[in-house]
Structures are given as C-alpha cells and as structure tokens.
C-alpha cells in the first residue's frame, strides 16, 4: 500500500492525453460505425464538416478517430487544435499560428502567416470544443476556406458555426437494447435501430460501451442473462450518452450492480418526477454528474468545485495551493484529489513534468456552477492568480541560475493556467497590478518559447489598463520592446524609447537601463549600428548604478553581436568573456550562456581560429538545445555548418544547413537578415553545391531537415561524419509509373483513381519511391527523376 497521500495519487492509472499530434484514445472505441463511415466520407468531399451534439456525447472521440482515419488523403497531415482552455477569441489566430510552428518573430498578422502558410497545401485541421468560441471559430474557418483551397476543417461544437457551405453532421447518443433480452435497440430518433445489438452483447451501444468500462472498473466483470436487465436498466435511464455511462460503470468498484442501478432510477425520480419518457439529452447528462457529485464526500465535492478553475493541467502542489483554506487544509485537498481520480470524475495528464491532472470540460463546467453556488469563487480565482504570479516570479527571479530549464518546463506546462490566470486579473480592478507583475515576469519564458506575439498582446492589455506614465506601463512598453525587436518590428524602438522616458521621470535606474538596453536591441537588428552603441552606452552606465546582474549580462550579449556585426572581432571576444565571466565555472545556465558561445565561435570563425571555432560552436549547440530554443539551435548549427564548409566536408554542410532550415522558418528570416551572416551563409553552401551537384546538395539538405532534430544535433556534437542516403534508383515498372505521377503533380487519391489500386496501395508505392531516391518529400521526386524528354 502507498505509504503516503502522495504516493497513492501517483500510483492511480495515468489516462493522459499523448504528446503532441491527435490525442491519444485512453481506451477502447466503442460504436458510432454508422457515424465514423459518414464522416470518412464527408471527409472526402467536403470542405467544413461540424460535428455537433450534446455535451458527453463522443464528439471529440468520433472526430480524432475519423482524421486518424482519414489522415493518409492529406499530403500535408492534420492540424489537431483543442480549444477548450482558451477563452480569448483574439488570441485563436496565434494559437493556430503555433500550433502550426509558423514563424513567431514576424511583425506581420498572424491570421496572415496562417494564410499564407495553408494557401498551397493540402491538410485537415481540426478545430475541438468550439461552442465557447463560435463566431471566432466561424470567422477563422470561413476566412482559411476561401485562401486555402487544399484545407478542410473539421471542428466539433455543441451547436454549428454556420459557415457558408459547412455540413452538419449530428452525433446522437449511443443506441440502448429495447428490453433485457435484445429485442432490438432504442436511440435517439434521429438514429436508425440496430436491431440485434442487444442480442450480441454490444455491438457498438451503450450496453458495450458499460461493460467495457466496467471491466476496467472492476477486473473479471462479465454480462450474464443474470445481470443484463440491471445493465440494460441503468444504461437506458441514462439515455445511452457516453460519459454518462462511463461515470457510472467507475461505481461498480465500490458499489454491486443491481444496487447501482435502484440508486440511479432513485436518482432520477427524485430530480425528474416519475415520467419515464426520454429526458432531454442535457438533463441526462447534467443528472448523471449531480448523482456521481452525490456520490462523493463532502471534501470532495469541495475539491471538486475549487478545482474547477483550473484550465489546463495542475499538479499536486498547485491543487494544494489554490484549494487548501477554509473547510480544506493540504491533506484534505490530497485525499479529496486521489478520490475524484479514482472515481474518473479527475483524469491524470503525466507529462515531462511528472504526475499532472486535469478535469474534463463538463466536469469542470458542473465544478464551476458549484463553485460559484457556494460563493466562493472569487477567493478561488484570487488565489489561482496569486499561485501563477509565483510561479512566474519565481521564474523571472531566478532565470539566470541552474534549474533553468526545469522551471521554464514548469511554466510551460502551465499555460493555459497562466492565461486564464491574466485573463481574469486584468478584468479585475483589485488584481490589475498582479496581472501587470504576471506579464513582466513571463518575458524570458515568451521569448524562448517563441511566443513574442502572445507576450506582445498581453503587454498591450496591461497598457490598455494603465495609460497614465506609471511604472506598470513602463514594464510593460519594455518587455514588449525585447519581444519586438525580434520581430524586427520598428515601433519595439519607440516602446523602448517611452519605456526609458517614463523610467526617468520616476528616478528608476533599473527600468531605465532595461529600456535603453532593448532600444538597443531593437537598432542592432534594424542595421542602425552607431545609435545601438549609443544606446548600450547609456544602458550600461544605468544597469551598473543600479546592480541589474540580469540587464548587464544580457546587453552585455547583445554589445558583444553589435561589435561582431561590426568587424570588431577582438571587441566582441572581449564583450563574450565579460559576460561568461558573470557565471560560475559549474553553471548549468543555458539562454545566455548559449548565445555568447555561439557569438564567441563565430567571432573565432572570422579570425580563422577554425578548430577553436567548432569547440566553443558545440558547446553553444548543447546548450540551445538541452533548453529547447529554437533559434538559437539554428545559429548554432549554422556555424558548424560553415566550418564543415572551409573543412571541405560538403555533404556535412549540406546536411548541418538543411537541418537548421525548418528552424529559421520558424523564426520568420534566416539570421535575422544580418548580412554579413547571410553572406557566411551563402559562401558555405554554394562551396558544397559546387563541390556535391545541385540535385545532390538538395537531396542532403532535405534529408537532414526531414531527419529529427535530436538525431541531428547529436551527430553535429560528436563530429561524427554524417552517412546521406544514396539514392537507389532500382525502380520497378509500377513505381516508375507512379513516381512520373507523382512528378507531375497528382495526388495519392487521383493516383489511385488514374491506374485503378487502392489509395493504399499508392501510399505504399510512394513511401518505397521516396527511400529508393532519397529523398524526403514528393516535392523532390521530380529532381531525382530523369528529365522529361523534349518535344510532344
């Protein structure tokens, strides 16, 4: 037995959600034949599909089955976006915008880099829980649609978008047997009878769907001609919705079947009067919940409504944070936790962080109303804010120091809390400034994350709420600077010159050195070399009066890129050791630290120092890398990229270049679009394509940017040489066909309809296609084929 509350939440099943892609199914799929068919075929031949339905009713479950299904027909694979835990509509372009790894650092729209991004591919998005967000979902759908004629978008809500050409497809609950002994089935009446599902054990209704769950509930559970007409009973009482069978199959550990079936019919005389006809699908669900809340002890319950403010996932020590006062202290919180989990009313949500929760919509919809019933939920709100504002701070505090990386991985994971947790702040006159410190705090974390634009909107709320020159506004005009001036955005220039303005006039050194640092900042990438030094100059002189450790080494960083950009190669190594000087020998410090490596090799580079170079090049590629920073990744490979290239080891530049292109896609320009870096650039990759052949530098190049980046970057830091795929071109008669069609522009569906095979059959022709050519995509079959002859 767990020795310790603790330990028994973490021994409880994990049924978490996989990591990136479509979520993972948590268990079986039962059911919804009819409907999965209709889908996949509405998927073939139409543009907007909405599947709607009541709360509980399998929508979700019903659409990620179908575009695993159906993901083969679309070149460009699906877009998977759960909306549940945003609640700002201004901010869906840029989730989508992320989701879809599209540059962050671009000052322009984000709904047009979306645009821009889907106009020539062929990929299904999937829009989930959109009933919060309707017009804005609908706005997003109906704009895509028209830009992007390879798009299809599939989104579930509670009721259509009532998008121009969108198809309607209704889930209804699942069917339930007529009678004990399967004479049939009962549904929804827009669901046809299956007659015999009954008599078959299942056969996809809600009778299935129970003993499933039971099963899993309590291990040996079987249906008998003894104990189906109480399954069949309490299955029909809750009108054959999904989650609402599913809660009441997890009672079974603790309560025997026939009683569970009187205390449900109870349950539903009590709240619903003696009518027996068919309940309104919400009610059912709504008193399915209230029984399983009655269910629960009274800590639960009050575990239950106080968790119910968090929109993502939380941990133990922020459940205990934000429920633990009043009726509840920490130990109630825990026992109360480890009770709705076992229960199924809490899910577990491990992630890289460990054991994490999370409750689903309706449950924390149900959570909410409770909350507010009791009065308590602006206590709760309050303190979820203050509990984020900690961690954010604590965050910012430290940014600099070992255990950067697992406190930004903590952030990470708490996103979504951390915009509910703004949200609700700012709308709060008592919890302005608390919103104001939240967002200033966060700047690091946007920034290696690459969510400039996010911060940048969040900035532009806390000024919306402070117009007057106080000191809230000043942060946050200079957070927003930093964030812009990576987007070479001009006006971050004129948020750090209003930043500095406002610092002055309230005699705050440290404000003022941060403003003029980032007004620097923004001047170095702009090319406007000699007013950045003059800013960073003046920075300097603040920073130091007002012992900003933080500020210094970060524009000491910043000077040291400025003097390389410039030909002073002996300044910028002295700007690199004053800043690494900043920090003990043992540090495990990685953002700073990885961009004066990387500006101390290239400095080194441009002396000549080759070997000395590719030491101190690899270094900085390991610390980029252990903290995830993109970016900076991709400065890191190129430098090696260019040392492979005086090396004269062609194909490992060509690999090393072709690695960090996805990355600077993302950052929005290569190198920011310094020119003396973009002409490094060029000079090592027209060395390799001369030395390799055109066709041969693009094939290598598309194989390392296919390759994942871990493999990639483990290569780069061994020096080991890197082994490309030869192409072999032994092609068979049928794949010489295909690959032709390919070339030609066709997709794997008109492939399949042209020479009369299975859409199968072609994906498995064009994936022995691209190994046999080596190359990583069909856009590069072409290149690898023989040329099309001349003439008719």
């Keep these: 037995m767990p020795s310790t509350d603790t330990e028994a939440v973490r021994a409880l099943p994990d049924r978490g959600l996989s990591a990136g892609g479509l979520p993972a199914e948590r268990n079986g799929f ?239 005389r009590v709240l619903t009067g003696t009518r027996r006809g068919v309940l309104p699908r919400h009610q059912t669900l709504r008193t399915t919940i209230d029984w399983s809340h009655g269910l629960c002890d009274a800590s639960e319950r009050l575990v239950w409504a106080r968790l119910s403010v968090f929109a993502g996932t939380f941990g133990l020590d922020d459940a205990r ?96 809390d951390v915009r509910s947790a703004l949200e609700h702040a700012l709308a709060r006159p008592e919890l302005r400034r608390a919103a104001a410190a939240l967002a200033t705090a966060l700047w690091g974390y946007w920034h290696i994350a690459g969510l400039h634009t996010e911060g940048r909107h969040w900035y532009a709320k806390v000024r919306s709420r402070y117009p007057a020159p106080v000191r809230e506004r000043a942060w946050a005009l200079a957070k927003s600077a930093y964030l812009g001036a990576f987007q070479a955005d001009p006006a971050a220039a004129d948020e750090a010159r209003e930043c500095a303005e406002i610092a002055g006039k309230l005699d705050d050194r440290r404000l003022t050195g941060r403003g003029l640092a980032y007004l620097n900042l923004s001047l170095t990438f702009r090319g406007r070399h000699e007013e950045a030094e003059e800013a960073a100059r003046k920075a300097l002189a603040m920073l130091e009066e007002a012992g900003d450790p933080v500020g210094l080494v970060t524009l000491e960083t910043q000077i040291a890129y400025l003097r390389l950009l410039r030909g002073s190669v002996d300044s910028a190594l002295e700007w690199c050791r004053r800043g690494l000087d900043r920090f003990p020998p043992d540090s495990e410090e990685a953002w700073v630290r990885g961009y004066l490596h990387y500006v101390w090799g290239a400095a080194l580079f441009r002396r ?55 990355l600077w896609k993302r950052a929005g320009a290569r190198l920011g679009g310094t020119a003396i870096m973009e002409r490094a650039h060029e000079d090592a990759a027209r060395a390799a394509r001369t030395a390799l052949g055109a066709a041969r530098y693009a094939r290598y190049a598309a194989e390392a940017a296919a390759r994942p980046l871990d493999d990639v970057v483990q290569e780069a830091l061994t020096g080991a040489a890197f082994t490309p795929r030869e192409p072999n071109r032994g092609l068979t008669e049928r794949e010489t066909e295909v690959a032709l069609l390919v070339r030609d522009g066709l997709t794997n569906r008109e492939i399949a309809t042209r020479l009369t095979v299975s859409r199968r059959t072609v994906d498995s022709h064009v994936e022995r296609i691209l190994s046999k050519l080596a190359v990583a995509s069909r856009t590069q079959v072409a290149e690898a084929l023989p040329a099309r002859p001349e003439g008719p």
């Design 608 to 662: 000549g120092a080759y070997e000395r170079s590719a030491e101190v090049g690899a270094l900085a590629l390991d610390l980029k890398h252990s903290l995830g920073d993109a970016v900076g990744t991709a400065y890191c490979l190129e430098l090696l990229g260019w040392l492979a290239a005086h090396e004269r080891r062609h194909a490992r530049t060509a690999l090393l270049l072709g690695a960090a292109d996805p």
């Design 321 to 416: 944070e934000v429920c633990a006062f009043g009726e509840l202290d920490g130990d109630e919180v825990v026992r109360g936790l480890v009770g709705l989990v076992e229960k199924s009313l809490v899910l577990r949500a491990d992630d890289e962080r460990g054991t994490r929760y999370r409750l689903l919509d309706m449950l924390r919809e149900y959570g909410a109303d409770r909350l507010e019933a009791m009065g308590g939920t602006e206590t709760v709100r309050e303190r979820h804010v203050r509990r984020h504002l900690a961690l954010a701070q604590e965050f910012d505090a430290a940014f600099l120091t070992d255990g950067q990386v697992e406190r930004y991985r903590a952030v990470r994971a708490a996103q979504a």
């Design 30 to 268: 039962v059911g919804r034949t009819a409907e999965l068919a209709r889908l996949l075929e509405l998927l073939g031949t139409d543009r907007m599909i909405t599947v709607t339905g009541p709360g509980g009713v399998g929508k979700t479950r019903l659409a990620v089955r179908a575009a695993a299904r159906a993901a083969g027909d679309f070149e460009d694979g699906v877009c998977f976006l759960e909306l549940s835990a945003l609640r700002d509509p201004d901010l869906l372009p840029h989730t989508l915008a992320a989701r879809l790894g599209l540059p962050e650092q671009d000052g322009r729209s984000r709904m047009g880099a979306v645009r821009r991004y889907l106009a020539g591919r062929r990929l299904l998005l999937v829009l989930d829980t959109c009933e919060h967000l309707v017009e804005a979902c609908a706005d997003l759908a109906w704009d895509l649609l028209r830009e992007a004629p390879g798009l299809t978008v599939l989104a579930t809500s509670r009721q259509p978008l009532n998008v121009a050409g969108e198809h309607h497809l209704p889930v209804p609950p699942l069917p339930v047997p007529e009678d004990a002994e399967g004479g049939g089935t009962r549904t929804a009446k827009t669901h046809p009878a299956k007659t015999g599902a009954a008599r078959a054990g299942g056969a996809g209704d809600a009778v299935e769907l129970f003993v499933q769950r039971a099963r899993a509930a309590r291990p040996g559970f079987r249906l008998t001609p003894a104990n189906r007409a109480d399954v069949v009973r309490l299955c029909r009482r809750l009108d054959g919705i999904p989650l609402a069978v599913e809660l009441a199959a997890v009672r079974l550990r603790a309560v025997p079947l026939s009683e569970l079936a009187d205390r449900l019919e109870d349950r539903f």
